[in-house]
C-alpha cells in the first residue's frame, strides 16, 4: 500500500499543482453577487441617513439608524444595544479585549491582576488565540463536545477568579461546524463565575451562514441570559464579511447597557465614525433581515457544491479505513479533518510539497500545538469545484500515505 500510494503521490507532485485550502475566503463569484452595492448610494442625490445625518461628514459615533436597526434584526437584539463598526469584527473584539485589560470592565483592569487564563473551545479559531496571546493571557484548552464546548469543564475552571473568559463561534463552529445544543447555550447563560469581571465573546461569524433549507437553529444567547440576569456577561459580534464584500464590509457589536456604555466611552475617544457611508449602502441594498436571507441563499448555492465535494471524497477515501473523522456541517465555512494521532504535521508537509497549501496544521489550537497532531481544518470556499475535487483526492492520498509510514513505524 505504501508503495501505491507513493507512486500516486508522485505523480501528483509532478503536475506542479498551486492549490490553496488555507483560508475561508468567499471566491469571485460570492463576491460578484454584491456589486450592486457599489452604486446604490452613489445614484442617488440623498446621501443622508434615515435620521437626517449626512453619511460623508462627521458624527454618528454607533452607526446610522437604520443599519443599526439592520444589525440588531440579524442578531435579535435590541437596536439600543448595538454598536455598528467597521469592516471587521475582529477588531472589535481585539479593542474589546484591550479595554477589559487597560480599563477594566466593571472591576480593577487585567493588566493589574498578574496572571489571567481564557478557556479556549479547540479545536477553535486561530486569530482568537492570537489576540489572547498578543496580550499575554494564560489559555486552556477546552474540548469541544458534538454539541458544543464541554460546559462540565468550563463550569469547574470558572471557580478560579483568575479565569476571565472565554471565545467561542456558538453556530457552525470554527473549524468544526458545530452547533451549540439549547442545553449548553442555557448552561452558558447560567454560568457563576468566581470572576465578577469574566467576559465570553460570542463570535456569531456564521449567524446566517447556511448550507441548506433546514438550518441549525442556535437560542440567543441575551434572551437567555436574562431570565438568569447575566446580561453582562456576554459580548456578541457579527459581520458582514462574508456577506457583502471581505475587505468592504461591516461589523456590529451586541452587548448589556451597561456595557454598550462602557464601549461607547472608549469609542468616543478612539474614533469619531466608523464609515457611514458604507453603513448606508448595506442598509439600502439588503434593506431587512428578509433582503440578508434571500442574499445568503444564493451564497448556499455556491458553497454547498464545494462542501460536497470535500464531504464525499472523504467518505470515498476514508469509509471503513479507520484513519479519519469528520463532520458534514450545515453551514459555517470549514471543515475540521481529523487524521490519525501523530500525523496532521506529516500531511501538511506532504500537501505543501505537492502544491496544495492548507491552513498551518496546529493552528486551530491555543499556541498553534495541537496536543494530537491530528487536527486539519479545510476552507472549500476559494477554489472552483475542479480544483477543489483535485486538492481533495490529493489530501485523501497524503493522509493515507502518513497513516500507513505511522503504522509502519509503530
Not at 463569484?29 to 460623508?56: F, H, P, W, Y
Not at 446566517?208 to 456578541?236: Q, R, W, Y
Not at 448595506?282 to 445568503?296: C, E, L, N, P, T
Not at 458534514?328 to 475540521?336: Q, T, W
Amino acid at each position: 500500500m505504501k508503495t501505491e500510494l507513493e507512486a500516486r503521490y508522485e505523480a501528483f507532485k509532478a503536475k506542479g499543482l498551486k492549490l490553496d485550502m488555507s483560508r475561508g475566503k468567499p471566491n469571485k463569484a460570492q463576491l460578484d453577487l454584491c456589486d450592486g452595492i457599489l452604486d446604490i448610494v452613489n445614484s442617488s442625490s440623498d446621501k443622508n441617513s434615515s435620521d437626517g445625518m449626512e453619511t460623508r461628514n462627521y458624527g454618528g459615533l454607533t452607526g446610522i439608524p437604520e443599519c443599526r436597526r439592520l444589525m440588531a434584526e440579524i442578531m435579535g437584539v435590541d437596536e439600543k444595544n448595538v454598536i455598528v463598526g467597521g469592516v471587521a469584527s475582529l477588531t472589535l473584539m481585539y479593542d474589546y479585549i484591550a479595554q477589559c485589560m487597560i480599563f477594566g470592565c466593571g472591576g480593577e483592569p487585567w493588566i493589574k491582576q498578574g496572571e489571567i487564563k481564557f478557556l479556549c473551545p479547540c479545536p477553535g479559531y486561530d486569530r482568537h488565540f492570537k489576540i489572547l496571546e498578543h496580550f499575554g493571557i494564560k489559555m486552556i484548552n477546552i474540548k469541544m463536545n458534538a454539541d458544543g464546548p464541554d460546559m462540565d469543564s468550563i463550569e469547574e475552571y470558572i471557580k478560579d477568579e483568575k479565569v476571565k473568559g472565554l471565545f467561542c463561534v456558538p453556530k457552525y463552529s470554527n473549524p468544526d461546524g458545530i452547533t451549540f445544543s439549547d442545553e449548553v447555550v442555557r448552561r452558558f447563560a447560567a454560568l457563576k463565575p468566581a470572576a465578577k469581571d469574566f467576559r465570553v465573546i460570542w463570535d456569531n461569524a456564521y449567524i446566517v451562514h447556511d448550507l441548506s433549507d433546514t438550518p441549525d437553529e442556535l437560542l440567543n444567547i441575551f434572551d437567555e441570559a436574562k431570565k438568569c440576569g447575566s446580561e453582562d456577561m456576554f459580548i456578541e459580534v457579527i459581520s458582514t464579511s462574508k456577506i457583502s464584500y471581505a475587505g468592504g464590509g461591516i461589523s456590529a457589536i451586541a452587548a448589556s447597557d451597561k456595557n454598550i456604555a462602557d464601549i461607547k466611552d472608549r469609542m468616543s475617544v478612539q474614533i469619531i465614525s466608523n464609515d457611514k457611508v458604507n453603513q448606508l449602502r448595506h442598509a439600502r441594498y439588503f434593506k431587512d433581515f428578509d433582503g440578508i436571507k434571500a442574499h445568503m441563499k444564493k451564497h448556499a448555492a455556491i458553497l454547498k457544491p464545494k462542501f460536497d465535494a470535500v464531504t464525499d471524497g472523504f467518505a470515498e477515501a476514508f469509509d471503513g479505513t479507520g484513519i479519519a473523522s469528520w463532520r458534514k456541517p450545515n453551514g459555517g465555512y470549514f471543515v475540521s479533518l481529523f487524521v490519525m494521532k501523530g500525523c496532521a504535521k506529516r500531511v501538511g508537509q506532504l500537501c505543501k510539497d505537492a502544491g496544495l497549501t492548507l491552513t498551518t496544521v496546529g493552528a486551530t489550537y491555543p499556541y498553534g500545538i495541537d496536543p494530537d497532531d491530528s487536527n486539519i481544518r479545510i476552507a472549500p470556499s476559494y477554489p472552483d469545484v475542479d480544483e477543489l475535487r483535485k486538492a481533495v483526492e490529493l489530501l485523501c492520498i497524503c493522509v493515507k500515505l502518513a497513516a500507513v509510514e505511522k503504522l509502519i513505524e509503530g
